[in-house]
């Protein structure tokens, strides 16, 4: 009887430390991905500009962009901003290559927030997203990019 009670006494704590292992992951992971949120202010972008550096941990298919605010120069509100979102990753020369991964977005007139994701085979690495003006260079942009950890 004593035996039993010590073996269940051992499972009940396995059990415990094993669930408390997971949450503790589970936090981590959530901690982690908070962490990694990319933020950027860009303004009077004739040509592109990039973010700042930021750092993948694990492989994804989707980079969330959402709440991007972008507007244009105009003095009217009429102009749309055009711009063109693209991943860019450091290769082992220290130099950042195109991904391939990228998204067009089109605010309406005047300032807006756009929703978009870069879709694509995203592998652990160091990064940046090259932000390209694709209206006239005339008509400079602004992309703003700022986590509300309240959403």
């Known amino acids: 009887m004593k035996k039993y009670i010590g073996i269940m006494i051992y499972s009940s704590i ?10 503790s992951n589970s936090i981590a992971a959530k901690n982690e991905a908070e962490d990694n949120n990319i933020i950027w202010q860009l303004n009077n972008i004739a040509t592109s500009a990039s973010t700042e550096e930021f750092v993948i941990t694990k492989y994804v298919d ?33 130099s950042f290559i195109d991904t391939g991964i990228y998204n067009v977005l089109e605010g309406s007139k ?37 986590l509300d950890l309240n959403d």
């Open 14 to 23: 396995l059990i415990l430390f094993s669930l408390y292992i997971g949450l």
């Open 62 to 94: 989707e980079l969330k962009l959402d709440n991007i605010k972008q507007s244009t120069t105009s003095e009217s509100k009429r102009t749309k901003a055009i711009v063109e979102y693209r991943l860019l990753k450091l290769d082992s020369s220290g």
């Open 110 to 146: 005047g300032k807006s927030k756009s929703d978009g994701n870069l879709y694509g085979s995203i592998s652990p690495g160091t990064y940046k997203i090259k932000v390209t003006n694709l209206n006239s260079e005339d008509l400079e942009v602004h992309s703003e990019r700022i």
